[in-house]
């Protein structure tokens, strides 16, 4: 189910769907959501999700659903350099 979570990519083939296979999920979650300056009630609205799911996958209990993982890569293709250097910190460790 994971494979198909998400067909687009960023350089290198990188994508949000590579880091639901790994821990580091939560702390891409909140370090994405304080480089946009949204609270986690602000950042659930821009995802069409619960405040209560980002505070799930900020404290490692969930991991965003495939309509989530979309937008999350939305927000960072529009953050550019900025958001391809988070992913890529994450992908990297």
Do not use: H
């Not at 960023?10 to 821990?23: C, D, Y």
């Not at 405040?51 to 996958?57: A, D, G, K, P, Q």
Request: some cysteine; charged content about 20%.
């Amino acid at each position: 189910m994971l494979c198909q979570v998400t067909r687009s990519r960023f350089k290198g083939q990188m994508s949000v769907q590579k880091l639901l296979n790994q821990l580091q999920i939560s702390q891409f979650v909140r370090e994405l959501r304080a480089l946009t300056g949204l609270t986690q009630e602000q950042f659930a609205a821009r995802l069409g999700v619960t405040y209560s799911s980002v505070s799930r996958w900020e404290r490692g209990r969930g991991i965003p659903s495939p309509l989530a993982v979309q937008k999350i890569e939305g927000m960072l293709q529009q953050m550019g350099d900025r958001g391809q250097e988070l992913l890529a910190k994450y992908l990297a460790s």
